[in-house]
């Protein structure tokens, strides 16, 4: 079975502050797929970054960065110098692989950042 | 590209009656999903289809059908609404030829049912 846990229910910061959003997965597959979402107050889901169990590579783009550790089972999410425009709920979820290359996302109960000016 | 498109974006059901709800793409993915978010939760796959004709049960299937006689089409029926399905429905699809690439999601339609 898949499991996603986002312990964190909801975080708030201030402008300018980082700050990091926790995902813990469980899993028996040795390929998977980790994924993270954006849902902003629109409602809306927006992809941020897909992950294989095979690239344990740290990934940097802009302002948002990936830390993903196999041996934690962890795919941690940090936003630095956050903005008022950060503010959303963010989703962690997993995708075993399957012969059948189809994707069935498991997700977490997602992290609801405020960032206030 | 319209991307994924869900209708409508906000619906109130009685208790007992039925609806569709419609989602299409014109992306030509052969992979398809419905989901449901309830308030402060994750999304759940309800149905999911691999093509046309194609579709099968996904975590909570209950109380839901679906079809597919098109690609680009994929309605889901709720039969006798109950206050449970109160929730956020969201339409998805993928490109089976990339089938582990992001999955493009529908805005989604708030469903309410008293």
């Known amino acids: 079975a898949q499991k996603v846990t986002q312990a964190q229910t909801e975080i708030s910061v201030v402008e300018k502050e980082d700050v990091t959003l926790d995902c813990v997965y469980e899993?028996?597959?040795?390929?998977?797929?980790l994924f993270w979402y954006k849902q902003p107050p629109s409602g809306e889901l927006v992809f941020l970054i897909r992950r294989n169990s095979f690239d344990e590579q740290n990934e940097i783009s802009g302002r948002y960065s990936w830390n993903f550790q196999k041996s934690t089972s962890s795919f941690n999410f940090t936003i630095t110098a956050s903005q008022v425009v950060d503010s959303a709920v963010y989703f962690c979820?997993?995708?075993?692989?399957?012969?059948?290359?189809?994707?069935?996302?498991?997700f977490g109960t997602g992290t609801r950042l405020l960032v206030s000016p | 590209n319209a991307g994924v498109t869900q209708t409508p974006k906000f619906r109130i059901l009685k208790i007992g009656q039925s609806m569709t709800l419609q989602c299409t793409q014109d992306m030509n993915h052969n992979y398809m999903y419905w989901y449901r978010q309830d308030p402060g939760m994750g999304l759940k796959l309800i149905y999911y289809?691999?093509?046309?004709?194609?579709?099968d049960k996904g975590e909570v299937p209950n109380g839901y059908n679906v079809s597919r006689s098109t690609t680009e089409d994929f309605p889901l029926r709720l039969e006798l609404a109950a206050p449970s399905q109160t929730s956020v429905y969201f339409c998805a699809s993928t490109d089976s030829r990339q089938p582990y690439n992001e999955q493009f999601f529908g805005p989604g339609t708030r469903l309410t049912v008293l």
């Open positions: 289809s691999v093509g046309a004709g194609i579709t």
């Open positions: 899993t028996r597959d040795t390929t998977y797929y």
């Open positions: 979820a997993l995708s075993p692989r399957r012969n059948t290359g189809f994707q069935k996302l498991v």
